[in-house]
């Protein structure tokens, strides 16, 4: 491999890793993102005949100074200092990368990608800065170590420059060598980062995050969820089920060996009453602060908060910030997502409607537990007349045949709850479900999708049967949340995408209160996953991965860390390790063992040495007449000489093809080099008399020889 080839792929992998790194923060917005991603991809496929030219070496220093000021105008506005910082950081890596020359701007690179590194561990990031930080510790080994070859070619060496031993130096020919790392020396240097990766690990584990960061006053912007919004048209909710993203995570404390695969979980979000005939609203919404107990907000006067039916949610930042309950819900415990000692304050709100929000200081979702119970009621016991006539509220110009047919479909009967599971079983059974409804152009789109398309997605059957109950004088809302959740086999906990989000509905039946009703057919509202095989597999191991990254690297603190303490203690007394450590660590064991590693010591250099005395004896003794052991004495003096001055003479090359080759290669003194191994090879093979004219010939070049040493360590 080409040295400059290797150099330069590193060092550009080092930049992009730790770019990528502060990337995954979120801490940019989308198009400025995509405007870095775009100068990076440039900067890096820029030749180095177009970055070595005068006006590109101007335009960068332009750049970079209209960047500072412009981020230094910003600061007058509200925008985050943070993020002024590391774009500007950012824009500066770029603007090097593209304009490099040397070893010199190489270094600059190298501290850059550190301090992108360093601002993405403090602000935090999820599973991409895991893979970031890891590339980095990998990459860090083998572009300082080649970064500083070059930095001593370059620096000592200069195009037209000769060496200490006269020969001129070629420093594009040395950058160009494949001679000057290899695979396996490059290998061996990346396995330096094993004990970087042991160090690092030591020090995380033995000293938990506290969070006291500076940076952190002013905390990293997350993306969020959008969706579940105040107001929902139809047509519209129907893009939700395109999204594969993660919106929450489901862990149930006991699950059985073989878990099914999908479960249909209703977890409910907002509330709509009010219909115009295209779009669902909220008539009020105001919210005031509920009734807790510290973290625990209760839903029934007396929980079981011992029972074993509960559950732990994690939900990913959504926006409007909804908590997310089951049906039967009976309390909910907040839990701390803190990095620090400080605990973080939240909040939860609830409105007319039964819908929860939450209130918090940062936007990195929320965690909780949700503790269960089946025989809870309903909290309202009757209706008022005037939220009754609320959800009775039929649209403007609804034709009578919305009525005619909610009749048509229950028939003789009576009974408010019988009626309403009439006209969900009509829904679910003669009606298609489709994401792409052509009733979403209609000017009235409820009706299109009764009386002509037949075929939408859940929306347009929360709707319909919204609508026909209260044409039959049975109160009702529309309900919009997720409903369906796919099991992960690695993590062993459900996944809640936001292709999950799904739209039912609430009657409310006199002496029972609220009842879910869903329309939608049952194999739309169990979603199947829309991968299969091996890339289910692989997005299952990724998301487990960051489930474990978020819960255990990210929220790592003291209670963590004790725990961990208190395994490793558990596992040390089963094994009996702590018996051997205590038999080990007495003065007595220690000074035995000392003794066996000295006896072993000693024991080896003795063996070698014998060795090597019987390998010198058994050596074959070689038998030289006078001239030829003259001729090696002298040529043996020659060869020193040279070695001294830079240029020994290769074990695999012979002496008269090396006197030829420091002769093509214009040395001063070839000439005289290839005179005297010639003098030797004659003597040494041809016979041929040592004169005193010879020994004289070859005194007086090792005397020029040393004299050109001596210059050089003058110089």
């Known amino acids: ?231 929902v048209d139809l047509g519209v909710v129907g893009k939700l089920h395109a999204d594969p993203s993660v919106a929450l995570r489901i862990t149930y404390p006991e699950l059985p060996e073989h878990p099914p695969e999908h479960l249909a979980v209703y977890l409910r979000g907002a509330s709509l ?148 599971k009439l006209l969900e079983d009509h829904l679910r059974r003669d009606f298609v479900y489709d994401l792409d409804s052509p009733s979403g152009g209609a000017a009235n789109p409820m009706e299109d999708f009764l009386f002509s398309s037949h075929r939408g997605h859940c929306e347009y059957y929360a709707t319909a049967m919204a609508v026909m109950l209260r044409t039959l004088g049975i109160p009702s809302r529309n309900v919009t949340g997720f409903g369906a959740a796919s099991f992960n086999r690695f993590g062993r906990f459900y996944v809640v995408r936001q292709s999950d989000a799904h739209s039912w509905v609430e009657a409310w039946i006199d002496d029972i209160g609220w009842r879910r009703f869903d329309p939608t057919p049952p194999i739309a509202t169990i979603q199947s996953s829309e991968l299969s095989g091996l890339g289910r597999v692989v997005r299952e191991l990724i998301e487990a991965a960051a489930q474990r990254w978020s819960r255990h690297v990210e929220g790592y603190d003291v209670q963590q860390q004790l725990g961990l303490a208190w395994k490793i203690r558990v596992r040390v007394e089963r094994l009996g390790l702590s018996r051997w450590m205590n038999t080990l660590g007495r003065p007595r064991t220690l000074a035995i063992l000392a003794i066996l590693v000295l006896s072993v010591t000693l024991l080896g250099k003795f063996l070698r040495k014998r060795r090597a005395g019987t390998e010198a004896r058994r050596a074959p003794q070689a038998t030289f007449n006078q001239p030829s052991m003259q001729a090696i004495q002298l040529y043996r003096r020659l060869e020193r000489a040279l070695t001294e001055l830079g240029i020994p003479r290769p074990e695999s090359t012979p002496p008269w093809g090396y006197a030829r080759s420091l002769q093509r290669l214009g040395h001063p003194m070839a000439d005289s080099i290839v005179e005297l191994t010639g003098i030797y090879l004659e003597a040494r093979f041809g016979e041929r008399p040592i004169t005193e004219a010879d020994v004289e010939a070859f005194n007086r070049t090792l005397a020029l020889l040393r004299q050109t040493r001596i210059r050089d360590r003058a110089a």
Not at 35 to 53: C, H, N
């Open 1 to 231: 491999m080409r040295f400059g080839i290797v150099h330069r792929l590193m060092l550009d992998s080092l930049a992009v890793v730790g770019l990528l790194a502060v990337l995954a923060t979120g801490e940019f917005e989308r198009k400025t993102a995509l405007f870095l991603l775009l100068g990076l991809i440039v900067a890096i496929v820029v030749p180095a005949s177009i970055r070595e030219k005068r006006p590109v070496q101007f335009a960068g220093t332009v750049t970079s100074v209209g960047a500072l000021i412009i981020q230094i105008s910003r600061l007058t506005t509200s925008a985050n200092v943070v993020t002024l910082v590391l774009e500007f950081a950012a824009l500066l890596q770029i603007v090097r990368l593209a304009t490099r020359r040397g070893a010199a701007h190489d270094q600059q690179i190298i501290v850059l990608a550190l301090l992108h590194l360093i601002a993405a561990t403090i602000l935090g990031a999820g599973l991409g800065y895991a893979a970031c930080f890891i590339g980095f510790m990998f990459l860090t080994p083998v572009t300082l170590l080649l970064s500083h070859l070059r930095r001593e070619v370059e620096g000592n060496y200069r195009q037209g420059a000769r060496d200490r031993s006269g020969l001129p130096v070629d420093v594009p020919r040395i950058l160009r060598s494949r001679r000057v790392v290899s695979p396996a020396y490059l290998g061996l240097v990346i396995c330096l980062s094993l004990p970087m990766f042991a160090f690092t690990g030591l020090l995380f584990v033995a000293f938990p995050r506290v969070g006291l960061s500076l940076l952190l006053l002013q905390p990293a912007r997350k993306s969020r969820i959008v969706g579940f919004s105040d107001r």
């Open 273 to 420: 009453d009010h219909y115009d005939g295209s779009a669902w609203s909220k008539t009020q919404s105001t919210a005031r602060a509920a009734e807790h107990e510290g973290a625990l907000y209760r839903f029934s006067p007396w929980p079981n908060l011992n029972s074993e039916r509960s559950l732990t949610i994690d939900l990913a930042p959504i926006e409007p910030p909804i908590v997310f309950l089951p049906a039967d819900v009976a309390a909910v415990q907040v839990l701390s997502q803190a990095r620090g000692e400080m605990p973080e304050a939240i909040g939860l709100f609830r409105n007319s409607e039964g819908e929860f929000r939450y209130v918090a200081e940062s936007s990195s979702g929320l965690r909780y537990r949700v503790f269960l119970d089946e025989r809870r009621g309903s909290q309202d016991a009757t209706l008022t007349p005037s939220e009754r006539a609320k959800y009775l509220m039929l649209p403007p110009r609804l034709s009578n045949r919305v009525e005619e047919l909610a009749r048509s479909w229950v028939g003789s009967e009576a009974e408010p709850l019988n009626q309403s």
